[in-house]
């Protein structure tokens, strides 16, 4: 809000912009002094001002004419006037047909009349009677500090279908729905108490006579003396919102019923199979003394037999990842680091694979789980090597929000088309010639995902991967 103020000496401006500021909820507040009435004349036809503040005395015709000379270029800046009782109603006659002009009595001036008028001109936070609140989006309203309300803007009032009279005080309590009417009395009451900021969603009939939800958001306001004034607040109907909302949240639990239903199938099938899979296993040792063509196909159908108990016991450790990991507390990353490595000390003695760290964060992790993490990366950097020696960089980054965790290496690397499809169940990258049942990073991944964080790779073939890791900071 821009003020021109003249003359210079009128009003202390400092006080007046504080209040504007504080009370009008205005983001910026600039009034401008002007040493005199020629000089304000001059700023006018250049510059721009949301209203104009004119002390009359002892220059009332100056005051005036500045008045008609702004008029009579067709511009409409509000002016407010400060005029003495005995004049008053001699200048209010004369400025009625000016345009938007105001006229304060000096012997009844207060910073708060003073601040009041400047907010209701066009452009400022409560103008009367075409305020500037009733073009606003959202419906606006007024308390006092009894907590009664004294304004609503006409949106409002479309909106309930009554009138502003009507609203007034605890009128609009009216609307609002009995089964929120508790919940109002009490935030509200809470709120006024320790006058401090407030939101909450009610649901107000409206002027269809149906429910819509609404959501309040009250923002309290001081006199220059620091004395509660009341709220000044605003409520944007959210009906659409708290669908989209319940919408979401039934889906939700429909999908977590789901996967609920489907890890116990999981799990039951695979307990289930194990069973006449061992059975089958014991009848094909029994008949292993045969001799021939007969030998290799017991031997090959005995693979196989192995092959589909490990299957089942990976596709059992991926429906675990969410049933059965253990709450997530404070951990130092380094210990599940220091874990993986030490389950991987045989390979990577066997490969002459180098491993650096950088010192990693303390996070809210399942220590296993996270241990199990770095044990599929590294050991996949190293079972996925080139022909230089195997390098391998566990390095940390903090963020806004979270960490970022990388596991780099020096390895084959992975095509760009390749590098979502490998952390799908059973998914690998093509002509990788490397043992490997396609399911280490699907653990992966549901394991990151469990701690609300992001797993993903950027690679090129022959220059290496880098695997990266997001986990919320504390």
């Not at 059975?279 to 196909?297: I, R, V, Y």
């Not at 390749?418 to 396609?438: K, M, S, T, Y």
């Amino acid at each position: 809000m821009k003020v021109l103020v003249v003359p210079a000496g009128c009003t202390d401006l400092a006080a007046l912009r504080d209040w504007i500021v504080r009370e009008g909820r205005v983001s910026h507040a600039q009034l401008e002094r002007a040493a005199s009435y020629a000089r304000a004349a001059s700023h006018l036809r250049v510059r721009s001002y949301d209203a104009v503040l004119c002390d009359l005395e002892p220059n009332e015709d100056a005051g005036l004419e500045l008045l008609s000379e702004v008029r009579a270029r067709g511009e409409n800046t509000p002016f407010v006037l400060i005029v003495d009782r005995a004049r008053s109603d001699t200048v209010t006659e004369r400025v009625r047909t000016l345009g938007p002009a105001s006229c304060l009595v000096r012997q009844e001036l207060s910073l708060q009349r003073l601040g009041d008028a400047l907010l209701a001109v066009p452009g400022g936070s409560w103008s009367e009677p075409g305020r500037v609140v009733d073009i606003a989006p959202a419906m606006i309203w007024k308390s006092d500090a009894e907590g009664g309300m004294t304004n609503f803007s006409q949106r409002w009032c479309l909106f309930t279908g009554r009138t502003e009279e009507k609203e007034r005080g605890h009128g609009w309590l009216d609307g609002v729905h009995p089964v929120d009417l508790d919940r109002w009395t009490k935030l509200y009451s809470s709120a006024l108490a320790e006058e401090r900021e407030f939101k909450i969603d009610l649901r107000i009939r409206s002027a269809s006579n149906d429910f819509h939800w609404v959501r309040h958001h009250g923002i309290p306001c001081f006199t220059a003396e620091r004395v509660f004034a009341g709220y000044l607040g605003s409520s944007f109907e959210i009906t659409d919102l708290k669908q989209a909302q319940e919408s979401t949240l039934a889906q939700l639990d429909q999908l977590s019923h789901t996967n609920r239903e489907l890890e116990s199938f999981v799990h039951t099938a695979s307990h289930d199979l194990h069973e006449p899979l061992r059975t089958l296993e014991s009848q094909l040792s029994a008949l292993g003394g045969s001799e021939g063509e007969s030998s290799q196909l017991l031997s090959d159908a005995a693979d196989n037999v192995h092959r589909m108990q490990v299957l089942l016991n990976d596709l059992l450790e991926c429906a675990r990842v969410s049933t059965r990991g253990e709450p997530p507390e404070p951990t130092d990353l380094s210990a599940p680091l220091d874990w993986a490595l030490a389950n991987l000390r045989r390979l990577i003695e066997e490969t002459g694979a180098h491993i650096t760290q950088s010192p990693l964060p303390i996070v809210d992790a399942d220590a296993t789980q996270i241990a199990q993490v770095f044990q599929n990366l590294i050991g996949n950097a190293i079972k996925f090597r080139g022909e230089e020696p195997v390098l391998v960089q566990v390095g940390t980054e903090r963020r806004q929000n979270d960490w970022l965790i990388w596991v780099r290496d020096n390895g084959i690397g992975i095509a760009l088309e390749h590098q979502e499809r490998i952390f799908e169940l059973f998914g690998r990258a093509p002509g990788q010639d490397v043992n490997g049942r396609g399911i280490g990073l699907t653990i992966c991944r549901k394991i990151i995902e469990r701690h609300e964080g992001r797993i993903w790779v950027e690679s090129e073939p022959g220059k290496g991967s880098a695997f990266f890791i997001t986990l919320p900071r504390k």
